[in-house]
């Protein structure tokens, strides 16, 4: 659909139709059918979110600027998870369940309205309807010469590169992986680490919803720095890249080591710090693997390419939760069986960690495939 219709309307629709997905709930009347349908109609409207605001985001800004906007955005989720918990909590305590839908439904339509007003196309964006599905001018490949792009003679003239090129190039699996491995232990965090603090630290709920708050905020805290020196090592290089994936690859490897000493320290105070530490880098991952997918994909393709991309990763989002619950469950004590999961969660980081590290060269594909750096805008401030 981001070929056909511009992503200023889609996030607009997405967000009226998850906004209109939590407001029957307010009611006294709706049951579990109501809100088994109205869960249904906000994973439909939620789901593509995530990819089509990147590819909205990089219709504003060239190849070497990306990095530090969608850390921005990815921190977005961060500061909604710290703010949306305690703000809810209150709203429960005060109107009842039913009313938390409703905030978030009321929150949504709020936001609709400003986007309404103020959310527009980058001028980098590429062209939707009958023109995005159009051959490119003879001889090009978006608007490189035929003569100069290795991937000339095997493309595609109606979507510019194979698709079966870019999904199967080391940095797509890669990013695929590294970043499936870093939403797993996002997900095993959010779903299962209160219970592990409560049943087997003995935090209580409070201590316990403190340490998750800070989490989030850590998180964020890591994206936003990530971004700013990663745009400021792109601007600098010479000839101006991307970075490769080496350095997500290595803290995914750190995140790996610091989810082992989080599982098997006996020092009660040594696990916080990893928790707000070196666990929390683990989601540069899904910055480096959404800006590195967009430098080897044409832009007229971004948007399903950054789609695939989530397709796979957000599976970490659906299986951490069943996988860490069932080791849990199968293990002999609560203690022994939360051990065992992160250690697992810490397995599938290093793997993902090392094989990011190897293959996970944006650069090098994007040349491979003749896909152009996308400049930055005119009047843009350039490193020399």
Known sequence: MTRRVRTSVLLLMMAVLWSAAQ?????????????????????AAEGPAAPVAVHHLHGWFGQRERTLPTAV??????????????????????????WAFGAVGLTGLVWAVLWRRYGAEGPLAPPVGATAGGA?????????????TPAARDREPDTGVPLRRILLSGTFLTASVGSFAAYWLMSSKLTWLPDYLETVLGWDAHRTG???????VANGAVLLVHGLLARRAARRARPPRLPDGSGAGLLL??????????????????????????MAPAL???????????????????????????CVFALGGVLAPL???????????????????????????AVAGALATLFLRPERDARRMGVPETPSLPGAPVAH
């Open 253 to 278: 490897l750190l995140s790996a080591a610091s989810v082992t000493v989080f599982a098997t320290a006996d020092a009660g105070w040594l696990r916080l710090p990893m928790m707000l530490g070196p």
């Open 323 to 349: 996988v860490l619950g069932a080791v849990v469950d199968a293990a002999p004590t609560a203690a022994a069986g939360y051990r065992d999961g992160w250690l697992l969660t810490a397995a599938l980081l």
């Open 284 to 310: 540069v991952m899904m910055t480096v693997g959404q800006t590195a997918c967009a430098r080897i994909t044409p832009p007229a393709q971004r948007g399903f390419v950054l789609g695939a991309l989530v």
């Open 23 to 43: 407001l029957p709930m307010v009611w006294a009347a709706t049951g579990f059918g109501t809100l088994v349908a109205t869960r249904v109609l906000l994973g």
């Open 210 to 216: 403190l340490a998750v708050g800070a989490a989030a």
């Open 136 to 148: 490119p001018e003879a001889g090009t490949v978006t608007g490189v010469p035929a003569a100069s």
């Open 73 to 98: 955005l990815m921190a977005g989720a961060a500061a909604g998870v710290a703010v949306a918990a305690p703000v809810l909590s209150a709203v429960i305590s005060v109107g009842g369940w039913r």
